[in-house]
């Protein structure tokens, strides 16, 4: 079957970093289309796969899963990308749609050209991450054009269904992660492969720089924690500067200038991960999936994640990671200096979270999944 992948990002986020696994998996039978270059497309590219970059009119990529109606008077160029699409989606047996703005305008090219098309949903469709406006469209486009939606979780497939999605469309495939990615390495010598100079507790936090990703959380915690150092890994991939902004002016308020290393984004995940002693996660809002998360578990560092969406699906809690409640600065000081003061529980969590992501979250896993999904496609009547 020729698959043919689209995405609006041209940036390294999860979704695209998951979909780098899947199109280089199937590069022989594939193509991506991209609505946006930057270091995505060069990443596929290396990884052999064949890319195209198809810019579309900036007010359509403008489009905020935010905005209310008044995102309708993008509509009059959606015309000019569908014709631009239709010679790809009629060279493939199934479009795949890995972001929301490619499923907009994947769905309907698809139904013109009448070829399947499956959403892949790497997003919670609730009022925390969309308005309302949005969620309706998407999930009316979903309930009327996809043969399947793919969710990155539970929790993601059920916030689909309540917010009107059909009952039948979601079947869950957990992301997967290459567990020889994660050397076994010891802190110290991590961070002298990292070239960093630290001494003392670490804790690493590694995600893009969002409102809603939470950094500011570890920023207050930390305050509470004297002489823990913390390495935010990670930029603000979609436009998040003024947040950028105020957590570097919260490090200064919080006098926390010699304790928090912002790395920017990094490619070395594997490498910084093993030079933390604790790895943070700490979105405010329902995690779809949350990839560091398990990343963390198969660097062997002890995860504290916060308890909503997916995350709930990748830890037990005291079990595999820890889990505090979202936004609580106290709670997350409390479990990071119960870790300091306890390297054997520490490990002891961490080994048992490595071999359960090792068995639970693999990217092989994830790839049989995916292939079960798209077989499944070839029997669905469109
Ligand atoms: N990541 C990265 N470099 C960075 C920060 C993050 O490669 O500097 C990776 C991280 O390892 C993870 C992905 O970006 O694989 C983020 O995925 P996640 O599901 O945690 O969050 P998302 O950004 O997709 O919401
Ligand atoms: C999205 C979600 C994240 C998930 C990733 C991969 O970017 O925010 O939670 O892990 O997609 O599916």
Redo the contacts with the bound molecule.
């Keep these: 079957m020729r698959l043919l992948f689209l995405d609006h990002a041209g940036v ?7 979909l780098l696994d899947i199109a280089r998996h199937h590069r022989n039978t594939s193509e991506v289309v991209l609505f946006s270059d930057g270091p995505f497309r060069t990443t596929l590219e290396q990884a052999g796969v064949t890319v195209t970059v198809l810019p579309v009119p900036e007010r359509l990529l403008e489009v905020n899963r935010a905005d209310g109606w008044r995102s309708l008077a993008a509509l009059p160029a959606i015309p000019q990308v569908l014709r631009a699409l239709a010679p790809f989606v009629r060279q493939a047996d199934l479009v795949h749609c890995n972001s929301q703005k490619a499923f907009a305008l994947g769905a309907l090219a698809a139904s013109v050209s009448r070829r399947p098309v499956v959403w892949h949903l ?1 997003d919670i469709l609730t009022a925390d991450h969309f308005s309302a406006a949005n969620r309706r469209v998407a999930v009316t486009l979903a309930n009327t054009f996809a043969t399947k939606v793919i969710a990155n979780s539970q929790a993601t497939a059920q916030a689909f269904i309540d917010a009107g999605g059909r009952r039948d469309l979601p079947v869950v495939v957990y ?1 997967g ?1 290459d567990p020889d990615a994660f050397e076994d390495l010891t802190p110290a010598t991590a961070r002298q492969a990292a070239g960093l100079d630290l001494e003392g507790f670490v804790v690493g936090a ?3 720089l ?1 409102p809603w ?1 939470g950094q500011h959380v570890l920023l207050e915690s930390l305050a509470q924690l004297p002489g823990t150092h913390a390495l935010i ?3 603000a ?1 979609f436009g998040e500067t003024a947040y950028e902004a105020r957590l570097h002016a919260m490090t200064r308020s919080l006098d926390l200038e010699r304790r928090v290393h912002f ?5 070395d ?1 594997p490498t ?2 093993a030079a933390c002693d604790a790895i943070v ?1 700490t ?1 405010v809002a329902p ?7 398990v ?1 963390a578990q198969l660097a062997r560092r002890p995860i504290i994640a916060t308890r909503a969406g997916g995350a709930v699906e990748l830890i037990e809690d005291g079990e595999t990671g820890w889990l505090v409640p979202p936004g609580d600065a106290g709670k997350l000081a409390s479990c990071l200096s119960h870790m300091l003061t306890a390297p054997a529980e520490r490990r002891a969590i961490s080994q048992k979270a490595r071999d359960a992501a090792s068995r639970l979250f693999t990217r092989n896993a994830m790839l049989d999944a995916f292939r079960d999904v798209v077989e499944a496609t070839r029997r669905a009547p469109t």
């Design positions: 390294l986020g999860g979704a695209e970093l998951s790497r992301n992660i590694f995600s893009r969002a990703k890994v990670g930029d991939l790395l920017g984004f990094r490619r995940v910084l991960m996660h979105s995690e779809p999936f949350g990839r560091m998360i990343e």
